[in-house]
Nanobody
């Protein structure tokens, strides 16, 4: 089965930036959307940003203006650029490829915003 692997997380100071990447180990057919979710301790997993197969994007209100989601044309990579990070952005970030027949998830990458 195709796997998703995230990279780019780590410790970032408040006000800093980071770029998360997610790579699929193979081709996933029938993709409806590709996105990033995050889960902070004790909280539910929430959508951060998503891009549909047609290229439309959607962002959580909390990251609008600070985040940019992008993908490659082959739909094997999805990226999340986040700027002006604050401690409330601290969470495990998961990438997601939603196909019509299955929801693919990465294992998650920790992002910690702290001085």
């Amino acid at each position: 089965q195709v796997q998703l692997v995230e990279s780019g997380g780590g410790l970032v100071p408040p006000g800093g930036s980071l770029r998360l990447s997610c790579a699929a180990s193979g081709t996933i057919f029938g993709i409806k959307s590709m996105g990033w979710y995050r889960q902070a301790p004790g909280k539910q997993r929430d959508l951060v940003a998503a891009v549909t197969s047609g290229g439309s994007t959607n962002y959580a209100d909390s990251v609008k203006g600070r985040a940019t989601i992008s993908r490659d044309n082959a739909k094997t990579m999805v990226y999340l650029q986040m700027n002006s990070l604050n401690p409330e952005d601290t969470a495990v970030y998961y990438c997601n490829f939603e196909a019509w027949y299955h929801n693919f998830w990465g294992q998650g990458t920790q992002v910690t915003v702290s001085s």
